[in-house]
Antibody
Framework: EVQLVESGGGLVKPGGSLRLSCAAS????????MTWVRQAPGKGLEWVSS????????YYADSLKGRFTISRDNAENSLYLQMNSLTAEDTAVYYC????????WGQGTLVTVSS | DVVMTQSPLSLPVTLGQPASISCSSS???????????LNWFQQRPGQSPRRLIY???NRDSGVPDRFSGSGSGTDFTLKISRVEAEDVGVYYC??????????FGRGTKLEIK
């Protein structure tokens, strides 16, 4: 059974940093691209970033302006999102999803940016 | 970026009746490889999104056959043949043809009348 479990969310002050993790199981992690999608409170879905299986290709939403970094550790079956210079507009539930097309999603982790 | 426009944004439906959601894109979603990367997602209240349909009309594993997807080019439709109570939630279309970025529609909220 495919499982994706996000962690690392929480309350952070504006300008702060946070690192999200996504633990994957139930499939051969290294053979799949992975994606982060976020959802602001009461809003729709927004694609954030994706990474290929071997980390050869990294993709980001232009709106992030270089503040976020996606990475993965295939030995640990884990996906990461390093988020810097956070603002209130980054407040959202962050989901990790398998593949560029999002065939499986985790339960999400809430990031709240507030002073 | 490709803009995805869904309609309606709110969809009240009587149990057992059909439902239809439209999604149009600002550009053709036919990829140079011949595929059309248009997916549909369901998000039930308080839950994560779940993919229902990929590449326009292919149902994901475990998705009831009352859900179907159709369309081509810039116009796509998700149909539910007979709405059940468990279908309540928000439905999103997403394109991954002109990627990055993947872009989502604003969502259609399905509720029971």
């Amino acid at each position: 059974e495919v499982q994706l479990v996000e962690s690392g969310g929480g309350l952070v002050k504006p300008g702060g940093s946070l690192r999200l993790s996504c633990a994957a199981s139930g499939f051969t992690f290294s053979t799949y691209s992975m994606t982060w999608v976020r959802q602001a409170p009461g809003k729709g879905l927004e694609w954030v970033s994706s990474i290929s299986g071997a980390s050869s290709f990294l993709y980001y939403a232009d709106s992030l302006k270089g503040r976020f970094t996606i990475s993965r550790d295939n030995a640990e079956n884990s996906l990461y999102l390093q988020m810097n210079s956070l603002t209130a507009e980054d407040t959202a539930v962050y989901y990790c999803a398998r593949d560029y097309g999002g065939d499986y999603w985790g339960q999400g982790t809430l990031v709240t940016v507030s002073s | 970026d490709v803009v995805m426009t869904q309609s309606p944004l709110s969809l009240p439906v009587t149990l057992g009746q059909p439902a239809s959601i439209s999604c149009s894109s600002s550009q053709s979603l036919i990829h140079s490889d011949g595929n059309t990367y248009l997916n549909w997602f369901q998000q039930r209240p308080g839950q994560s999104p779940r993919r229902l349909i990929y590449k326009v009309s292919n149902r994901d594993s475990g998705v009831p056959d009352r859900f179907s997807g159709s369309g081509s080019g810039t116009d796509f439709t998700l149909k539910i043949s007979r709405v059940e109570a468990e279908d309540v939630g928000v439905y999103y279309c997403m394109q991954a043809t002109h990627w990055p970025p993947a872009t989502f529609g604003r969502g259609t909220k399905l509720e029971i009348k």
